[in-house]
C-alpha cells in the first residue's frame, strides 16, 4: 500500500479513535432531521423527492465541516507531529491529500447514514432515484470543497479554533457568492461577465442544479478543480509555515 | 556521511545558522553542542529535510536533501525536539504506521515493531494510548519510532532531555549499542553525556561553528587543562614565588575562598612537577594539590561566550 493509502488510514481511524467522529455523525444526523421534517416540510410538501433535504445541507456544511476541517493541520502544528510526518519518507502530497480524502470520508460516511430518509421518501412514493444518486454525489463535493478550504485554512493556523472561524467565513463567501440577493446588490456598471464570474464562482450556483436534477458534468468539475486548487494551495501554505 | 556545507538559515528577524560546515562520517557519535537558540535544532531540522535552508547544501550519503529528499529520508532516523507523537493511537499502532510508512509489510512489519518494543523497553504499554503515558515512555515512543527501520543515519534532538538518571543511563546505552557503523548525531547540553557517548563534539553558538573535536580533545583545549589546583592552609601569596617561571599562564584565586588556588599552565603543558618543586623549596603552607583536566562545561564557557574557534 502506497504511503497516500496509510495515511488515509491512520487518520480515518484517528478520527474514530475519539468521540469525534460519533458526535459528528450524530450531530449531523440529528440536524438534518430537523432540518428536513421540521423547517424543510418533508411530509407537507407531498412530494416524493429529497429537495428539502438537501437544499440545508450548504448551511449545515458551513458549521459541521469546517470542525472537522479546522484540526487537520493546525494539531500537528501545535503538536509538533508535522515534524514527524514531514521527516518520513512521505511526499508532501500524499500527505496532503491522504489528510483530505480521511476527513472527506468522514463527511461521506456521514451523508450516507441519512440513507433511511431515501427508504422513507421510497416507501412514500416513487421518487426519481437517478436525481436523489446525482443530489447525494453532489452534497458530497461539496463537502469537499468546503473541507478543502478547511484544509488550506487550517494549515495557516497553529489555532484550531482560528482555522475554525476563518472556515466558516471563506465557507459563507463562496456559498452567497452564487445567492441572487448577492448578485443583485452589484452595481449596474460593472460588466456582465464579472458577475457571471462571481455567480460562476458560488457553491449554490452549482449545488442547486445538481440537487435538482439537472446533471451537467462541468458543475462536478467544477468543485473537483476547486478542490484541487485549494489542496495545492495547503501544501503551499505548510511548505512555508512550517518553520514557525 | 553526512557533508553538510555553507549551511545558512536564515528566518524574518535573526539567522540561525550561519554558514555552518562539517562532515561526520560512519561510526562517529557526533555531540551537537551549544547554548539554546544557538540553532542546534534548525541544524536538525535542515538535515532532517523538515527544513529547506536558506543557503547550503546537506548531502545523506551522497542524497542532496534539496533534490532527492525521500532517498536521504528513508536513510534517517530522527527524534525531533520533545518527542512528538500521535497521541490519540496507542504505542503500538503508532510503532505500526511508523513501519508501515517505512516501507515494511507482513511478518517482517510483526517482527520489527515487536523489536524496536523490546528493544525500549515499551512492552508493557504497547496497548495504551500514548497522550497517557508519562515523559519517559513518550521519549521512548519517540526513540522506537527512529529507530525502527534500523537506520543508517539518527538524528535525536535532546534524546534524554526530561528523563530520570536511570532512564537517561538506558537510552545513554542503547545510543552506544546502536552506534556501530553508524551516524548518530544527538544535540544536548547536558555535557556529561557527550563524554559518556559521543566520540566527537562539535560546539556551535550564535549558529556557526566555534569548536569540533574529540571530547577529550576539546577539554584539552581548556585553558583549566593541566591547571594545578593548591589548598591553602595559612594566607601565602603563591603568585609573587611564581611571577619568574616559565610555562605558567597566569594564577587565580578563588573568590570566596582565598586559600584555593588555580595555577593555570600555558599552552597546554604539564606543570605538576614544577609546581610540586617550588612549593617544596619554598615551604608553602600546602594541604592538597592536584592537578585538574579540562572541564568540558569551562570550554563551553569559553567558546560560546567569546566566539574562540579551537582545534
Redo the contacts between chains.
Keep these: 500500500?502506497g504511503?497516500l493509502g496509510?495515511i488515509f488510514r491512520?487518520e480515518l481511524?484517528?478520527y474514530f479513535?475519539?468521540p469525534l467522529a460519533y458526535i459528528f455523525i450524530v450531530i449531523f444526523l440529528i440536524t438534518n432531521g430537523i432540518f428536513t421534517f421540521e423547517l424543510g416540510g418533508f411530509f407537507l410538501r407531498g412530494q416524493a423527492d429529497l429537495l428539502p433535504f438537501f437544499s440545508f445541507h450548504p448551511w449545515l456544511y458551513l458549521f459541521m465541516v469546517p470542525a472537522i476541517a479546522m484540526t487537520l493541520w493546525a494539531d500537528e502544528r501545535k503538536?509538533?507531529?508535522i515534524?514527524?510526518l514531514?521527516?518520513?519518507?512521505?511526499?508532501l502530497a500524499d500527505a496532503v491529500l491522504g489528510k483530505f480524502l480521511a476527513a472527506w470520508a468522514l463527511t461521506g460516511i456521514a451523508l450516507a447514514l441519512t440513507f433511511p430518509i431515501w427508504i422513507t421518501v421510497n416507501y412514500l412514493g416513487e421518487p426519481d432515484n437517478g436525481v436523489i444518486v446525482a443530489a447525494y454525489l453532489g452534497s458530497w463535493f461539496m463537502a469537499g470543497g468546503f473541507l478543502a478550504i478547511g484544509s488550506c485554512m487550517s494549515a495557516a493556523t497553529k489555532n484550531s479554533v482560528i482555522a475554525f472561524i476563518l472556515t466558516v467565513s471563506l465557507c459563507f463567501l463562496f456559498v452567497i457568492m452564487g445567492s441572487p440577493i448577492l448578485l443583485e446588490a452589484f452595481p449596474d456598471w460593472l460588466p456582465q461577465t464579472v458577475v457571471d464570474a462571481f455567480a460562476a464562482m458560488g457553491f449554490l450556483t452549482h449545488y442547486d442544479s445538481i440537487s435538482k436534477g439537472v446533471l451537467d458534468i462541468r458543475d462536478f468539475l467544477f468543485f473537483a478543480v476547486f478542490i484541487g486548487a485549494w489542496l495545492v494551495a495547503s501544501a503551499i501554505v505548510i511548505e512555508i509555515k512550517?518553520?514557525n | 556521511m553526512i557533508e553538510i556545507t555553507h549551511l545558512s538559515k536564515r528566518f524574518e528577524q535573526f539567522t540561525a545558522v550561519d554558514d555552518l560546515s562539517f562532515k561526520v562520517v560512519e561510526g562517529e557519535v557526533l555531540g551537537f553542542l551549544g547554548p539554546n537558540g544557538a540553532g542546534k535544532s534548525t541544524t536538525m531540522k535542515i538535515i532532517t529535510g523538515f527544513l529547506a535552508p536558506s543557503a547550503g547544501s546537506v548531502k545523506v550519503d551522497g542524497h542532496d536533501l534539496a533534490d532527492d529528499a525521500l532517498a536521504a529520508k528513508a536513510l534517517m532516523g530522527y527524534l525531533p525536539e520533545g518527542a512528538p507523537s500521535y497521541g490519540d493511537m496507542t504505542t503500538l499502532d503508532f510503532l505500526r504506521f511508523v513501519a508501515e510508512v517505512r516501507g515494511f509489510k507482513g511478518e517482517e512489519l510483526v517482527q520489527r515493531v515487536s523489536r524496536v518494543l523490546a528493544e525500549v523497553e515499551l512492552e508493557s504499554v504497547a496497548l495504551q494510548k500514548i497522550e497517557t503515558l508519562s515523559k519517559g515512555f513518550k521519549r521512548r515512543v519517540g526513540l522506537a519510532q527512529a529507530i525502527m527501520h534500523d537506520p543508517k543515519v539518527l538524528i535525536l534532538d535532546e534524546p534524554t532531555d526530561g528523563l530520570d538518571p536511570n532512564q537517561k543511563q538506558h537510552v545513554r546505552e542503547l545510543i552506544k549499542n546502536l552506534a556501530r557503523d553508524k551516524i548518530v548525531i544527538i544535540s544536548t547540553h547536558i555535557l556529561e553525556e557527550v563524554s559518556a557517548v559521543c566520540t566527537r563534539a562539535v560546539i556551535i553558538a550564535n549558529g556557526k561553528l566555534v569548536a569540533d573535536g574529540t571530547p577529550s580533545e576539546l577539554e584539552a583545549s581548556s585553558q583549566y587543562h593541566h591547571a594545578v589546583s593548591v589548598r591553602l592552609t595559612s594566607d601565602y601569596d603563591i603568585a609573587a614565588d611564581l611571577a619568574s617561571v616559565d610555562g605558567i599562564a597566569g594564577v587565580e584565586v578563588d573568590a570566596d575562598d582565598a586559600h584555593e588556588v588555580r595555577v593555570l599552565a600555558s599552552g597546554g603543558r604539564s606543570i605538576y612537577a614544577q609546581i610540586s618543586k617550588i612549593a617544596q623549596e619554598k615551604q608553602w603552607p600546602v594541604d592538597e594539590l592536584h592537578v585538574s583536566r579540562g572541564q568540558l562545561e569551562d570550554v563551553f564557557k569559553q567558546v560560546t561566550a567569546g566566539g574562540v574557534s579551537h582545534g
Design positions: 500500500m504511503n496509510i491512520r481511524a484517528s479513535s475519539t503538536t509538533g507531529t515534524e514527524l514531514l521527516t518520513l519518507p512521505i511526499r512550517k518553520a
